[in-house]
């Protein structure tokens, strides 16, 4: 279940990305009938797979596993509705050996609507020797 729609930026250690809402978005229907709202734990997924993208997207971690270890510091001010432009930054706080550290925030125009600190662990992937289970 991919939530981003694109990234726009991905520079050493910040990345940016985007997602378009529509009203046909599958989790509008039926959540909060005539007041659709994104589910905030869809809105925390959307920021994660931003900055799992972001980590990925390095030559060095082509074929890894991301796996979400904690997450910390979550902020959120209001939940996204339909035709809203969400934007997600980004940053790379500390990366050793196989995990780190990230924090995102998601912006609707300049207002700052989230945020949440992502701690994770990476491994290898099937095709790097990694058991199939």
């Known amino acids: 279940m991919l939530l981003i729609d694109k990234l726009t930026e991905v520079i050493d250690d910040r990345a940016t990305g985007i997602k378009q809402l529509s009203h046909n978005e ?21 920021m994660g797979q931003t900055g799992a993208a972001a980590i990925l997207s390095r030559p060095e971690n082509h074929g890894k596993l991301l796996f979400l270890a904690s997450l910390d510091q979550v902020s959120v001010e209001r939940a996204p509705t339909p035709a809203q432009t969400l934007r997600y930054e980004c940053q790379l706080l500390r990366f050793r050996g196989q995990a780190g550290k990230t924090q995102v925030s998601c912006y609707i125009g300049e207002e700052r609507v989230a945020f949440a600190e992502y701690t994770f662990v990476l491994s290898d992937g099937p095709e790097n020797g990694a058991p199939v289970r």
């Open 26 to 46: 599958w989790f509008f229907q039926g959540h909060f009938g005539d007041d659709p709202e994104m589910p905030i734990s869809l809105l925390l997924e959307s």
